[in-house]
């Protein structure tokens, strides 16, 4: 393996940016004829390190990732069970269907008010999963 773990995330960063990557398979095998050796369980844990979502049938930044494609603009932890999600006026009614849509086993619950979502989780872990698949730091 060529290179540093910040060197292999950054070209990953940059691939995500520039290319179509739908699953690890291509990401591996781009990062290969970039000169890196690396293990899907190694590919696996950057894109987590980095916030990478999938999206539309391909892996996108956190900056472009679902809290974005939701319209969410802000995230509140509120205790380990509940997230507040903010969206703009309105917008939180479709935000919270397309959110039930995906189907998260760390969602037990959602409840939408005109720009607010309530995501309710069954632990802290799972709060931190949805934190990480919204691209989100706390």
């Known amino acids: 393996m060529i290179g540093t773990k910040e060197s292999r995330q950054a070209l990953i960063r940059e691939l995500i940016s520039n290319a179509v990557v739908p699953n690890q398979d291509v990401l591996q095998r781009l990062l290969g004829e970039a000169g890196y050796t690396v293990t899907q369980s190694s590919v696996s844990r950057d894109l987590a390190d980095l916030g990478v979502v999938k999206e539309g049938g391909r892996y996108v930044l956190p900056a472009q990732g679902l809290a974005a494609s939701l ?45 607010t979502i309530f995501v309710a989780t069954p632990d802290a872990a799972a709060q931190n999963a949805i934190l990480a698949k919204l691209g989100w730091q706390q």
């Open 71 to 115: 319209g969410i603009i802000d995230v509140a932890a509120a205790g380990p069970n509940l997230l507040v999600l903010k969206t703009a006026t309105g917008a939180a009614p479709l935000a919270g269907v397309k959110l039930d849509a995906l189907s998260l086993p760390a969602i037990a619950g959602t409840i939408s008010g005109d720009d």
